[in-house]
């Protein structure tokens, strides 16, 4: 059976609760000490790009929830698998939802289409996991929900999570290239709202916790973030971006 924990959002603090959805990760305790001096300098060897569309719609725009190489930027940086993940959601002039926010549908970025941010091969994947029916459920027993995991054949491995629930349209063995759609932004596993995961590591599996992987720094390429242009960069967490 799926446990579910609520948690105390409350939807009228909407500029908040914009930048709160995210993913919810355990601390594992190291404070991003523990790879630091490895990856201080890494530089991406795919070639990446944003994972998604821009909008054709001029007022609504994709807001970086959570990223960044500190633990005040980015709630990611105390797990070590998603240590340097990026999550990706939607706003309109300040706000991530219309109506009170309770419902999936409310929210700008649920069904939006996701990307693959690099080429490679589409080694594993999760497309039947029920959304989170009410903002601020959040699915313990599947923390990915709906995934896909791409293997860019250069010892890196990108996690692409939460997508909504039978919204994969890439299969086991599928070579993907940058650009390239593979699902509809959702709301499931350990998600606290809709809004779009990613994390590279150096392993093909994620087992939060377990040092199993080690998780990389994400340059994206030829991107805008509050309108200025990065060739390439780390979006970092309250950033406006689009391609």
């Known amino acids: 059976m799926i446990k579910h924990k609520r948690l105390n959002i409350y939807i009228f603090f909407s500029s908040l609760i914009l930048l709160s959805i995210s993913c919810t990760d355990t601390l594992i305790g190291d404070k991003g000490e523990l790879d630091e001096d490895i ?5 991406s060897q795919t070639e990446l790009e944003l994972p998604f569309e821009n909008e054709m719609e001029t007022n609504i725009e994709w807001t970086i929830n959570q990223g960044g190489r500190t633990g005040l930027e980015n709630n990611h940086f105390s797990n070590r698998e998603a ?4 999550d990706f959601g939607q706003k309109v002039n300040g706000v991530g939802f219309t109506g009170d926010g309770t419902n999936n549908e409310d929210y700008y970025s649920f069904g939006e289409r996701v990307n693959a941010p690099g080429d490679g091969k589409v080694i594993a994947l999760m497309n039947n996991i029920d959304d989170n029916a009410v903002v601020g459920d959040f699915n313990t027993d599947q923390p990915l929900g709906n995934f896909i995991t791409i293997d860019h054949l250069n010892g890196e491995f990108s996690f692409l999570a ?9 299969a086991l063995g ?3 290239q940058k650009g390239q759609e593979v699902g509809k932004l959702g709301n499931s596993g350990r998600s606290t709202g809709p809004h779009l995961h990613y994390h590279m590591q150096t392993t093909p599996n994620y ?6 992987g080690i998780g990389l720094p994400m340059q994206f390429l030829n991107y805008f973030a509050d309108d200025v242009f990065i060739e390439k960069g780390e979006p970092i ?3 406006i971006v689009h391609k």
Do not use: A
């Not at 990856?39 to 530089?43: E, V």
């Open 83 to 86: 240590r340097y993940g990026v």
């Open 207 to 212: 087992e939060e916790g377990s040092g199993n």
């Open 39 to 43: 990856f201080l300098n890494y530089q």
């Open 237 to 239: 967490k309250g950033q």
């Open 174 to 176: 599928d070579t993907v």
């Open 162 to 170: 939460h997508f909504q629930k039978n919204s994969i349209i890439v």
